[in-house]
Nanobody, 130 residues
């Protein structure tokens, strides 16, 4: 069975950093689109970033460009999200998801569309507050 487990969330002060991890199991990791998404209280789930584990192509939401970096370690079946210069607006539950393999991962990453994600992790809370 496909399983995604997020970790690394917590409480951090504005301007601080966190690194989230998404450990995947139950599928071959080498050519999938995997993304990070977040949902703040009272708001809809939104895209943060996506990566193709095959060619390494990435995509970022405008709100996190230049601050967040997504990467993958295919040997460890893990995708990371390095988050720097955090602000209170980044407070949310962060989820990782893997896209439906029927779609080309590079195409999925170009849109990072929530509707194309097949499996989701349970989420990890990130709170940015002084």
């Amino acid at each position: 069975d496909v399983e995604l487990v997020e970790s690394g969330g917590g409480l951090v002060q504005p301007g601080g950093s966190l690194r989230l991890s998404c450990a995947a199991s139950g599928f071959t990791f080498d050519d999938y689109a995997i993304g990070w998404f977040r949902q703040a209280p009272g708001k809809e789930r939104e895209v943060v970033s996506c990566i193709s584990t095959g060619d390494g192509s990435t995509n970022y939401a405008d709100s996190v460009k230049g601050r967040f970096t997504i990467s993958s370690d295919n040997a460890e079946n893990t995708v990371y999200l390095q988050m720097n210069s955090l602000t209170p607006d980044d407070t949310a539950v962060y989820y990782c998801a893997v896209a439906n393999r029927d779609f080309d991962p590079v195409v999925v990453v170009s849109t990072c569309a929530i509707a194309l994600q097949d499996y989701w992790g349970q989420g990890t809370q990130v709170t940015v507050s002084s």
